[in-house]
């Protein structure tokens, strides 16, 4: 019951957003959330009754007691109010059991595995779901957000330039339809909800689109201003699979008490041409060529990231974004000025890998801007998912019952 209600109290002492629902302590990195524990693509949507894996590092290296909770929450990520029978098959609040010290690391850290479903827990029904770690003082040290989806819909889609001649070539509108030969929908209007989101990144989203078309088992959303996204540009990108820093995005690898990378100084992007590299849209994957586990021997080390300072840019809010922090704005990767230098600065303690990043401003209004620094092109190469939720009328309990990913380039 004490959990319970710290977990609560937690939710509530912050303003209703993403940072709420999305925690990480200072001593765990490298979370990752996907369909098996060595898999490189991240995820937080999975198909109801897929494998899920969350795994992490403790810096601290102690093998704490670390228990686990999974909360149902409704389509605004607010706690529902049904009981963990009406959701869960077994009992959540179970002991992690399965973990591993590290070996032949400079810093030492302990990995944890949490699979779902295990012998203690599966859950029943779609929906989304808030994932909260505890140790043994009842302190939270992870939280993350995860939908499951029945595949009872088909939902076909496309991205097209904006209409408007002010953004078209800064932005992409995503438009899609939802067929639905095998279920009846009474009321698309008041029962179908839908979400759209940009390389799984929960804090560029669009919410609330009504369907404007009804065919016959087809729900049709062809909006343009309603379901636009500024294009972006193509993340940057660094590799320390090697500590010894062969990469052409390092250009200074020191050995300390652990290794530093120091990656090359990166200009505003913002009036440069698009130019088109591949990317892994935000992601990172972990790997090493130093060792043959990149699990437990791939090491960590400070990574230095600069961006050339301009007038423009000095007392703006400005964070490294990206995946390997769940695309999360906090002081540790907020972008500091060094007047020795003339650069914004930020270092990053991560485990070796290959990494997508970006920079982008967070202002007094709560609102990240991701094109001020690197610029917004409507060719950028981006992933989009759309999600489809379903309650019917008179039923307390929705589904998700339809996903569907695209990718701007195709």
Not at 122 to 148: E, F, M, P
Not at 242 to 256: A, C, D, M
Not at 343 to 368: P, R, V
């Amino acid at each position: 019951m004490l959990k319970k209600y710290l977990i609560f109290v937690f939710i509530l002492s912050l303003p209703f957003s993403l940072k709420a629902q999305n925690y990480t302590a200072s001593f765990i990195k490298s979370v990752r959330i996907a369909t098996s524990s060595s898999s490189d693509e991240t995820t937080n949507i999975f198909q109801l009754g897929q494998s899920i894996y969350l795994t992490f590092d403790d810096l601290e290296a102690d093998q704490k007691e670390y228990y686990y909770t999974i909360e149902h929450c409704n389509y605004n990520w607010v706690p529902s109010n049904l009981n963990k029978s009406e959701y869960l098959e077994g009992y959540d609040e179970f002991e992690l059991q399965n973990f591993e010290n590290s070996f032949n690391t400079l810093q030492n850290f302990t990995h944890y595995t949490l699979r779902f479903p295990n012998e203690n827990t599966r859950i029943k029904i779609s929906g989304n779901y808030l994932i909260t770690l505890l140790n043994s003082d009842d302190q939270i040290c992870i939280q993350r957000r995860i939908v499951l989806f029945e595949p009872i819909t088909t939902v076909s889609a496309k991205v097209i330039r904006d209409r408007d001649l002010t953004n078209i070539d800064q932005k992409q509108v995503v438009q899609f339809s939802i067929y639905h030969p095998n279920l009846t929908i009474n009321n698309p209007s008041n029962e179908i909800k839908t979400v759209v989101l940009q390389n799984n990144d929960w804090n560029f989203i669009k919410t609330d689109l009504h369907p404007q078309f009804y065919k016959k088992d087809e729900i049709v959303y062809n909006y343009n201003e309603a379901s636009s996204f500024y294009g972006g540009n193509e993340f940057l990108n660094f590799d320390t699979k090697n500590r010894n820093g062969n990469h052409i995005s390092i250009f200074r690898t020191e050995l300390q008490d652990i290794y530093h990378h120091y990656i090359v100084p990166t200009p505003p992007r913002t009036k440069a041409p698009y130019t088109y590299f591949p990317d892994i849209n935000g992601n990172y994957i972990v790997r090493t060529l130093n060792s043959a586990d990149p699990i437990l021997e791939a090491d960590y080390s400070f990574v230095h990231l600069s961006l050339e300072a301009t007038n423009a840019l000095i007392d703006k809010d400005i964070y490294v974004y990206g995946a390997f922090n769940n695309f999360e704005v906090e002081e540790n990767n907020r972008l500091v000025f060094n007047e020795a230098s003339n650069m914004l600065e930020a270092t990053l303690l991560l485990k070796q890998g290959f990494y997508n990043y970006s920079f982008i401003t967070y202002n007094k209004e709560d609102k990240l801007d991701k094109h001020l620094i690197s610029g917004s092109h409507f060719f950028t190469e981006n992933n989009y998912t759309i999600l489809v939720y379903y309650t019917p009328f008179g039923q307390r309990v929705g589904k998700v019952i339809g996903c569907a990913t695209i990718n701007s380039k195709n």
